[in-house]
């Protein structure tokens, strides 16, 4: 605060002189270097010191100026408010400081802010700022410490100190210090400090974002992301959250240390302390919980939600979730899912999924499990083994696929022994048993089972305790008492439950023995026994009938009564008309024929080797016929085929043949494409195109007889347009050898046609080609059907 004891000092350094000599003006014992005083100590003469007034254009182009020089500036519409005179923008009192002149204070009332604090002022009409559009800047050392600009302000020695910010907050020593970028916010020391570019990034806690380069990320707490470069779309919340990532994008870390050395690693999610902490390159990682995937180097797509789930895993694709879920194991296993206390706790296999408190907990290297339920395949060693139900396959052991559902479904089944292939569905189905290949259906079913293999029980306490193999219980109880026999089969409520041995069947509804039960069987000796009734189909029924229970008596037949029922009975008390069936005559080979009384000779004879109608069977002909024959339907089916005849030998032999108005061969072939000639002799015409060719012979330019016979040959070809007098031929070959050729020279301008025609004589496999010649190279063939064509007809 200026005041007038300060206007007094600036006026006697305005008059000093040199020397030390003492000037008075007004008074001969002046008591400083130059004292001024009134001439009239009273009255209204006018006493006082008048200084220098100037406009400020005066003040401005004044040079040379000494320090505390002053003066007065009483016009300012000419001069502008720049260089020395920047401060000038009033009239009033000024004195030179060595750079720019500065105003005096005027006697009225001050309304500066005090180094010292201030008082009586308004919150309204008193502020600390500027009253046009120029920013409030803050220095400290001179050097730039904060600044309140149009769309930016910094708060901080080198706070946005490169001044080109756009939209942007920066609170801290060196933060933001670079950046030219927008929309950047940074509150601590060194926040964002080597931002350049970047845009829309956020920075809150000491050196976080330190020396990012890249944009749209936010980071708060003390180093939080301090380390990255170009890396964008991060998020990092926490002491040294993603503190070392440097070029990995679309990061998310929410807790202390949460993604901590992640470098290069992009897409993952970290929520908890020093959740994912280890990660260095692994990508798309979620991880919610303390310490959760904390282990993990280099996996990618693990999910891990819970305290240290998946905490040591360095594998893929893995899934957990729960306390310490997939917790215990240092390996790379991969594509495994834990959810539940301790669920996965060891397991450093892959493949595996588990659902529940201590669900595959123990499992060390198997593979392929899925276990749903408290403790399920808990300490499992066993691969592709699948678990549903509280202690399903608990302690199961070392066996592989095999299914349990149920509570305690397969628990205890394997201890030392390897199961295999089990499957138990139903409550403490298979307990304790140890064999494989078994298919348990129902509570209790093969509880017990010992060593067993091959069996099948459905229905409750079917098959319990039973040591062998290859048995088969289906209902309440079945076999329930057999415990040591194999390959038996029982079906119904308690069906074979007092059954010991062994290859037994029994399908029943209690447990009735061997004489009781509705049907008892021994597969050993190919036995099936119906204690009852055996009917065929519904005697009730046209189509009916009942077998006696009874064995009936030695020489009884059984008879029916026409009505479902049926009984032994002596063949005497049976209504026969003929009293002794047999024939009436003596006559050999005869076949018998029944004359509405008794059978009587008829007119076929058999003598087991040929038989004979109306005569004599006679040597080498398995039906001899005397007298004439009449048929509806002929049937001689050796040799036969459709539109063959039948033709005589004349020795009296029949046998089919071709007719030979369909057997004869009839071919024609032109061209697909026209076929250019190399003018260097005789070529063959590669003729491809069949009209028609009855007997398929003709193949690759070829015609090859299936049939011997006389066959007539015509062929044909047409050119474009040719210019000379050279010769020009068509030739017909057998097997390779020229048979037929028509040859002559070509006259002026025109088209070429040369045909030949021949018949010839052809064995089965000999074969017939057409050839052209000339000496021109380029002559093209035209491969028009009408003109270029090859004919073969089989004349006979």
């Known amino acids: 605060m ?38 009239n100590l009273t009255g209204t003469t006018v006493d006082g010191v008048l ?8 003040a401005q182009t004044m040079t040379g100026t000494p320090t505390s020089t002053m003066l007065y500036v009483n016009d300012i519409t000419n001069g502008t408010a ?9 009239v009033g009192f000024y004195f030179f400081n060595g750079t720019v002149w500065e105003k005096l204070a005027s006697g009225a009332a001050s309304t500066d ?32 410490a904060g600044k309140i600009g149009t769309t930016s302000t910094s708060l901080g020695v080198n706070a946005l100190a490169a001044g080109v910010a756009t939209n942007s907050v920066a609170i801290g020593t060196n933060a933001l210090r670079l950046t030219t970028g927008l929309d950047n916010v940074a509150v601590g020391n060194g926040t964002l400090q080597a931002t350049t570019t970047g845009i829309q990034n956020t920075g809150v806690g000491n050196a ?5 380069t890249g944009s749209a990320n936010t980071a708060i707490g003390n180093q939080a992301m301090t380390s990255n470069t170009s890396a964008s779309n991060g998020t990092a919340v926490g002491f040294q959250a993603l503190r070392n990532n440097t070029t990995a994008s679309n990061n998310t870390a929410l807790g202390f240390q949460a993604l901590a050395t992640n470098t290069t690693g992009s897409a993952n999610t970290a929520v908890g302390f020093q959740a994912s902490t280890a990660i260095l390159g692994g990508a798309r990682n979620t991880s919610i919980g303390n310490a959760a995937l904390t282990g993990n180097i280099a996996g990618n797509e693990n999910t891990a939600v819970g305290n240290n789930a998946l905490g040591r895993t360095t594998g893929s694709g893995n899934t957990a979730m729960g306390h310490e879920a997939m917790f215990g194991s240092a390996s790379a296993f991969t594509n495994t899912t834990g959810i539940g206390w301790h669920a996965l706790f060891s397991n450093s296999g892959s493949g595996n999924t588990a659902l529940g408190y201590n669900a595959l907990q123990g499992n060390a290297t198997a593979i392929g499990n899925t276990a749903v339920g408290s403790s399920s395949l808990n300490n499992n060693t066993g691969s592709n083994n699948t678990a549903l139900g509280t202690s399903a396959g608990f302690e199961h052991g070392i066996g592989d696929n095999n299914t349990y559902i149920g509570f305690e479904a397969g628990r205890y089944s394997s201890g030392l022994n390897s199961t295999i292939s089990n499957t138990f569905l139903g409550s403490q189905a298979g307990l304790y048993s140890s064999g494989s290949y078994n298919t348990a259906l129902g509570s209790n079913t093969l509880k017990a089972n010992a060593a067993t293999a091959n069996n099948v029980a459905i229905g409750y306490n079917s098959l319990t305790a039973n040591t062998s193999t290859n048995n088969t219980a289906i209902g309440y109880g079945t076999l329930s008492g057999n415990t040591a026999g194999t390959a038996n089969v029982a079906l119904g409520y308690n069906a074979g439950s007092a059954e010991t041995g062994s290859n037994k069947l029994y399908i029943e509804n209690t447990n009735a023995n061997a004489n009781a039960a509705l049907i008892y069987g021994e597969f050993d000796n190919n036995i099936v026994r119906v204690n009852g009734t055996l009917q065929i189909s519904n005697p009730a029924t046209a189509n009916g009938y009942a077998l006696p229970i009874v064995r009936g008596t030695n020489g009884q037949i059984l008879q029916t009564d026409g009505a479902g029922a049926t009984s032994w009975v002596s063949p005497s008390s049976m209504t026969i008309t003929e009293t002794d069936p047999q024939v009436s005559s003596a006559t050999t080979s005869a076949v018998p024929r029944w004359n509405g009384t008794t059978l009587v000779d008829g007119v076929i004879r058999d003598d087991a080797t040929n038989v004979a109608i109306g005569g004599t069977p006679t040597t080498g002909n398995k039906l001899d016929v005397t007298g004439k024959t009449k048929t509806t339907n002929f049937q001689m089916t050796n040799g036969a085929a459709s539109g063959y005849m039948l033709q005589s030998d004349a020795t009296g032999n029949a046998s089919w043949v071709q007719n030979p108005l369909n057997a004869l061969s009839m071919v024609r072939v032109n061209l697909l494409a026209d076929q250019v ?10 003729f491809d195109t069949e009209a028609f060719d009855t007997g398929n012979e003709f193949t690759a330019g070829r015609f090859t007889a299936t049939k011997a016979g006389l066959y007539k040959v015509n062929a044909a070809y047409h050119t474009f347009n040719q210019s000379n007098g050279n010769m020009y031929s068509i030739g017909i070959q057998v097997n390779g050898a020229f048979y037929q050729i028509t040859s002559y020279d070509h006259n002026g301008h025109g088209i070429v046609e040369r045909s030949v025609s021949c018949m010839v004589q052809l064995a089965v496999g000999d074969y017939i080609e057409v050839l052209a010649e000339d000496s021109v190279a380029g002559v093209s063939i035209d491969h028009y059907s009408g003109k270029t064509v090859v004919e073969i007809q089989q004349i006979r």
Do not use: C, H, Y
Request: charged share 15%; proline share 2%.
């Open 2 to 39: 200026k005041n007038a004891r300060n206007k007094l000092a600036i006026l006697l350094f305005l008059f000093s002189i040199a020397g030390i000599a003492q000037v008075g003006i007004g008074t001969t014992t002046p008591s400083a270097t130059l004292d001024v005083t009134a001439a």
């Open 677 to 686: 000639l190399g003018g260097t002799g005789w070529e063959k015409i590669n």
């Open 51 to 58: 200084i220098p007034r100037v406009s400020r254009l005066r």
């Open 113 to 144: 802010w005090a180094v010292t604090g201030n008082s009586g002022l308004s919150g309204t009409t008193n502020f600390l700022g500027t009253t046009d559009d120029i920013d409030l800047a803050f220095r400290r050392n001179n050097i730039a």
């Open 208 to 212: 976080a974002l330190a020396v990012n």
């Open 82 to 90: 720049t260089g020395t005179t920047i401060n000038v923008t009033s």
